[in-house]
């Protein structure tokens, strides 16, 4: 199963009847009045959501402010700890400590640095045209994110077998020269650093 519409069934358990009514309340702008009638549970409220395109795996953001409403500072908690988890990895498919501690110097220089042509970066990184696509809808109006949501969708395809190599070789590959070097210098000086 999709473990965003996992998290989704999971929150969707925590949730009461009473819950689930002020929830479809906060949504009577969002959702047409007789589909919201024929809301019965958390679970279709979201799927209702999704299909509105206004949550996503890289869009949680009107979630949050839902069960901030309730007063459900949990069910919040455990969507960033899903996000800052990037989307619940098992840990031996992760990268080690120290290469997630590069990747994610490098990944911050990207974001900085990367602009207009993030596509052509992730292309490099084969990142498929629907993935991007997908990301590019979740953020239409915020470049930045969009290109922290892709680089975070790699690390997780990639699993362990994501490197910071990888990351200096597409951004070369691309001739962004330019952000490699400033990466590789900062990489260095943590090297230098860490000593």
Same mark, same amino acid.
């Given at each position: 199963?999709?473990?965003? !519409?996992?998290?989704?069934?999971? %929150?969707?358990?925590?949730?009461?009847? /009473?819950?689930? /009514?002020? %929830?479809? @309340? %906060?949504?009577? =702008?969002?959702?047409?009045?007789?589909?919201?009638?024929?809301?019965?549970?958390?679970?279709? $409220?979201? #799927?209702?959501? +999704?299909?509105?395109?206004? &949550?996503?795996?890289?869009?949680?953001?009107? $979630?949050?402010?839902?069960?901030?409403? #309730?007063?459900?500072?949990?069910?919040? !908690?455990?969507?960033?700890? @899903?996000?800052?988890? *990037?989307?619940?990895?098992?840990? =031996?498919?992760?990268?080690? $400590?120290?290469?997630?501690? $590069?990747?994610?110097?490098? &990944?911050?220089? #990207?974001?900085?640095?990367?602009?207009?042509?993030?596509?052509?970066?992730?292309?490099?990184?084969?990142?498929?045209?629907?993935?991007?696509?997908? #990301?590019?809808?979740?953020?239409?109006?915020? %470049?930045?994110?969009? !290109? @922290?949501?892709?680089?975070?969708?790699?690390?997780?395809?990639? *699993?362990? =077998?994501?490197?910071?190599? =990888? !990351?200096?070789?597409?951004?070369?590959?691309?001739?962004?020269?330019?952000?490699?070097? &400033?990466?590789?210098?900062?990489?260095?000086?943590?090297?230098?650093?860490? +000593?």
């Amino acid at each position: 199963m999709d473990p965003f !519409l996992a998290l989704l069934n999971s %929150l969707s358990a925590c949730l009461s009847a /009473s819950e689930v /009514s002020a %929830l479809k @309340f %906060l949504c009577q =702008d969002k959702i047409g009045k007789r589909k919201l009638e024929s809301v019965q549970s958390a679970r279709e $409220l979201f #799927i209702c959501l +999704m299909e509105q395109q206004l &949550i996503s795996r890289y869009n949680v953001d009107l $979630l949050k402010t839902m069960f901030k409403s #309730i007063k459900r500072e949990d069910l919040i !908690l455990q969507l960033e700890q @899903f996000i800052e988890d *990037g989307e619940a990895n098992a840990p =031996d498919e992760q990268p080690d $400590l120290e290469e997630r501690r $590069l990747q994610k110097v490098v &990944i911050e220089v #990207i974001c900085e640095n990367v602009g207009r042509d993030w596509k052509m970066l992730m292309r490099k990184l084969n990142l498929s045209e629907a993935r991007l696509e997908e #990301i590019e809808e979740a953020k239409p109006h915020n %470049l930045r994110e969009r !290109l @922290f949501w892709s680089l975070r969708t790699w690390q997780k395809l990639k *699993g362990k =077998d994501a490197k910071v190599t =990888d !990351l200096i070789k597409a951004l070369r590959g691309c001739n962004m020269n330019l952000v490699a070097d &400033i990466a590789e210098q900062k990489l260095s000086r943590l090297n230098t650093e860490n +000593m």
